[in-house]
């Protein structure tokens, strides 16, 4: 129980909102709030659901400690304190699992429960969702767009600190291979891997030294930055200093097709027939894909990852859709929200390719015996019961093959790196 | 000394060259490396220096607790485990105070310390200063564009939890009022503020009710939001439930400045002349300058804060410049940078005018013995010597108003939105 408590990862409203409720006997309202994003990114043909494992995590500590509360006097009453004090959620959570995709309307998690137990937790899922979401959603481009090639996350430096171990585990349920991020690697098991910053050879004499030194303290099998002085020298000394058995070398600048090629003949015409190419710098799942025709065995990726490519949040939000029964939405304007507790389906054609997101209302229920077709799957899971994690919700390996397989039944258009709509469409039959 | 230590948000490669520096001797090289941005984001006319705060005091709990030394044991060799067990920054630190403007090249942190002392704090470095200098660049802008009028900071949803308090954080050293974030209020000591969501008002059984609920609760000073059905029935019952003494009304949705209009006359109507109106909805400083004709109160801004507007992150590298008194720098390519230690001073008019930004080397000193001009101000301040953190550096409210200052000497044109070059030239004498 030294874990620190998550309860303050919350908007000042969401308290002073219980606070009128439990004073005016609306507290304990039966509600049903969905988080959802109304579209995808511009131009982006799916998203990938990423978070889920952390929400549940930071879930089962969402409590309020003493200085906590301190903390609070200034914001609600004594009453409302004291609930805040006892606070364990005790409701149910159902939502898509981890490493599905998602698309416009998608009920990606539902949370059900009193109103008070149920708003508090509407910036704490959001926060892991849109961050975690849009992570992964553009993690997911990239790795299509590397062909089977690995990556390496390594954009730890230019997001907040915290931010970049999420990111290093939202990159690797995309399907990246590794992350340079230690805490990624020790919260989270994610193999880490590294090489070396031009800081390491500007620190010697010269370039000879430094990859001698790197050799004898990582071996031949390590990755040798080659870009600091002259790339052709850089590429002789390196094998030199560690043999044609030399593991890679890392081109970090540049046109990188052109050295990539230039490279690949230079450690071939040195018998280092079997030294990897690694590139990075800047590379967006763009510039990875017009890498495709070069000789090129890895890259990394830092900015665009950590930032999204472009969409460094999901657009998902947290809202209220039943109270006591009965569906609610918002009127007013074209923000508007489809009222009701839905649940979704996933249509696919008899060989495997997905058709369409059929999103359902399911009042009175929660759609698990919702009659399905032959080519039908559907969708959220339960994740939570009176407030406790069901078995089995939440591993990061498992989610990580969950997208591997979700990414094959996308119709191929859905794959393009070009703009364009969604995969497949979402439809509300009733909803 | 129970507080978690920040020595694991660091990438892997940082350990395995201390650990090759510690076996072939360089590690404990007298070295400089220096924090900067090659340029602003495209089209800004200056960045705002923070993070400070933060990174300085990460750097006092920059520990490797056994329990990171175990994680560690498949990455480094006994020795360099034995060097992290032990590890204190004993080096120097000195840089732009926080709130201070910078301009491309601006050496905006320097970290003076053996090899192995320094490089180890690069990615924790960059971590903060790209993650906080990007909010608080972004958030300046909005401040000026709102001209006066207050801004609460509403973003924790759409950014990582951890973020989120670090954006708050960010946001009110830019001259933000206040924060939705309840860790940051309790963290930073910022001012929280607060209204209410739709799904309070969705949750009674009619508007009415929900409003009378939200003034017995928060009393008739509160935010009542009242685009939920219809706005104009919307605010006549805000005024019934609250009396024309009623704090402010919130719109959320729709043509804001149209809105407005509408929602003050009427409100004047009522009689309710000094009930302010608060807008919020995807609000950026372009939407805010374009709001400054109507009657406005407050603005409450979320995404595109915490996104930074387009620039999600400020492009910072940390560069060794200098290996036992000798500049060093990377030569292959157009990310050249230019070696040695640096200072710099920024010129002003006898007006007060900035006129340009001078580094200048800094060869076998600090500059702090810079002979200035008259109208001349050294930037950079010394913050910690042998390990210890100085006084009087990192305080948010010093952070505040220094902002505030040098804001009001940046040349007229630098305060457009539009963009553009740099407010002010950055000039190299001898760097």
């Given at each position: 129980?030294s874990e ?6 919350t908007?000042?409203y969401e308290?002073?909102?219980?606070a ?7 507290a304990?309202r039966?509600?049903v709030?969905?988080l959802f994003a109304?579209r995808l ?7 990938v659901v990423?978070?889920t494992g ?9 409590r309020f400690?003493p200085a906590?509360?301190a903390a609070l006097e ?5 009453a409302?304190?004291d609930?805040l004090?006892?606070y364990?959620?005790?409701g149910d959570v159902?939502g ?6 998602y698309f416009p ?6 949370v059900?429960g009193?109103?008070a137990?149920a ?9 892991i969702y849109?961050h975690?979401c849009?992570?992964?959603s553009a993690?997911?481009r990239?790795v299509t767009a ?5 990556m390496?996350?390594?954009g730890s ?5 915290e931010?970049?171990v999420?990111a290093?585990?939202?990159?690797y349920l995309?399907g990246?291979?590794?992350t340079?991020?230690l805490a990624?690697g ?5 193999p880490t ?7 390491f050879?500007?620190?010697h ?16 099998d390590?990755t040798l930055?080659?870009d600091?002085y ?5 590429i002789a000394n390196?094998?030199?200093a560690a043999?044609p058995?030399?593991?890679?070398v890392?081109?970090?600048s540049g046109d990188?097709g052109e050295l990539a090629?230039q490279a690949?003949?230079q ?17 967006d ?10 000789p090129?065995?890895s890259?990394?990726?830092g ?5 999204g490519s472009g969409?460094?949040t999901?657009?998902?939000?947290y ?5 006591d029964g009965r569906?609610?939405s918002?009127?007013s ?7 009701g507790?839905k ?5 696919f ?7 369409e997101?059929?999103?359902f209302?399911a009042?009175g ?5 919702t ?7 559907l969708l959220?899971?339960p ?5 406790e994690l069901?078995d089995?919700?939440g591993s990061?390996?498992?989610a ?10 996308v119709p191929?258009?859905?794959?393009k790196?070009?703009?364009g709509?969604?995969?497949i469409?979402?439809?509300f039959?009733?909803?």
């Open positions: 129980m620190p408590g998550t309860g303050l990862f908007d000042r308290l002073t909102m219980v009128a409720a439990l004073a005016d006997g609306t304990d039966a509600c709030f969905e109304r990114p511009d131009g982006r043909r799916y998203g990423a978070g952390r929400l549940l995590e930071a879930l089962t500590r969402f400690s906590d509360l200034s914001v609600v009453d004594p409302t304190l609930w004090r006892d364990r959620f005790t159902d898509y699992p981890e490493g599905e995709l309307g998608s009920p990606v998690l539902t059900t009193t109103f137990d708003v508090v937790l509407e910036t704490l899922a959001l926060s849109n975690d849009a992570i992964a993690a997911a990239m590397a062909a089977g090639r690995p390496i996350e390594m430096r230019r997001t907040h600190e931010a970049a999420a290093a585990r939202a990159a995309a990246f291979a590794t340079s991020n990624a020790q919260r989270y098991g994610i891997a590294g090489t070396a910053a031009h800081a050879i500007l620190l004499d010269d370039e000879q030294a430094a990859f001698h030194s790197q050799v004898a303290a990582l071996g031949t390590t930055l080659v600091t002259d790339i052709r020298k850089g390196a094998v030199e043999g058995g030399l593991g890679a890392r081109i970090d990188l090629r690949r003949d450690l071939d015409e040195l018998g280092a027939t079997n030294t990897r190419i690694v590139l990075s710098g800047d590379l799942e763009y510039a990875i894909a017009s890498l495709r025709a070069e090129v065995d890259y990394g990726v900015t665009s990852l950590v930032t969409a460094p999901a657009g998902m939000v809202k209220l859709v039943e109270v569906p609610v918002k009127r304007s074209a923000k508007e929200s489809r009222g507790r649940s979704a389906l996933r249509r054609k008899p060989t495997g390719t997905a058709v997101e059929v999103v209302g009042v229920g929660r759609g698990e015996d009659p399905l077709g032959p080519h039908d799957r959220p899971v994740m939570v019961r009176g407030g069901m089995g919700t990061l390996a498992d990580r093959e969950r997208l591997r397989t979700a990414l094959v039944s191929w258009e859905g794959l790196l070009s703009r709509e969604p995969a469409p979402t439809v039959p009733n909803a």
